[in-house]
């Protein structure tokens, strides 16, 4: 998700770089994140690997971190680094309320994987915006198809399987998520720039969505 709001810059900033105050709040939702999913997928992990409760969130560190990593911390990356190539200042910053809810919600059962968003400044066209807005959602959709490729040609019940389901599979639910066409997700800033494109990329990440959820069979 990006926020195109804030305090505008008189420059426009082609390199890719980053800010300390940035890295640092990177760093922050990377650990609030990853202990949330872990939270959420020791218990399904236990039963699906037959762990104890201890060992299986030990897993889950592990595979929530390869989730926040593509899921969310590349999803960000690719609003940064396509904004700034379009000549606007970008940088990610944490919601102090997105963490808390994060920590929260994950003690509930869920995941509230909002825990902040790139603000991006500058003279940027609709159709710019539109670019930049759907770079994220992409990202997903695109790691999510890949994850899910490698979780068809594993054998099942291999660990791996297991593992490349669930990140897969979470690729898409946040891309899917993003795209809603409600603002302030990336989906509205995509449907007020080109309606064919968000509904194509759209029905494309729900299909796969459906396939990794087992709801339609391959």
């Known amino acids: 998700m990006i926020e195109d709001y804030a305090v505008y810059l008189p420059r426009a900033y082609r390199r890719i770089k ?9 760093l ?6 990853t202990f949330a999913f872990a939270v959420v997928l020791t218990s399904s992990t236990a039963a699906q690997l037959s762990l104890s ?11 929530s971190f390869l989730i926040v ?5 590349l999803h960000e990356l690719a609003h940064k680094f396509v904004a700034q190539r379009n000549g606007a200042w970008a940088e990610f910053r944490v919601y102090p309320f997105g963490l ?8 509930l059962g869920f995941v509230f994987a909002a825990p902040g968003a790139v603000y991006i400044q500058g003279n940027i066209t609709r159709r710019q915006n539109g670019i930049i807005s759907i770079s994220g959602p992409l990202m997903n959709l695109a ?14 019940s291999s660990i791996f399987a297991f593992i490349l389901r669930w990140i897969g599979t ?5 891309a ?11 989906g509205s800033k995509v449907i007020r720039w080109n309606v064919p494109i968000f509904v194509v990329v759209f029905a494309i990440t729900i299909a796969l969505l459906l396939i990794g959820l087992e709801i339609i069979a391959v």
């Open 18 to 26: 980053f800010g300390r105050l940035e890295m640092l709040h990177i």
């Open 28 to 33: 922050l939702a990377v650990v609030v994140l």
């Open 53 to 63: 409760y201890l060992d299986a969130f030990g897993y889950s560190i592990g595979i």
């Open 69 to 73: 990593l593509t899921g969310f911390l």
């Open 100 to 107: 808390i809810l994060a920590l929260a919600f994950a003690f």
């Open 143 to 156: 790691l999510g198809a890949i994850f899910l490729a490698f979780w068809f040609i594993m054998p099942q």
């Open 170 to 174: 979470i690729n898409l639910l946040l």
């Open 176 to 186: 899917a998520f993003n795209l809603i066409p409600v603002p302030p997700l990336d």
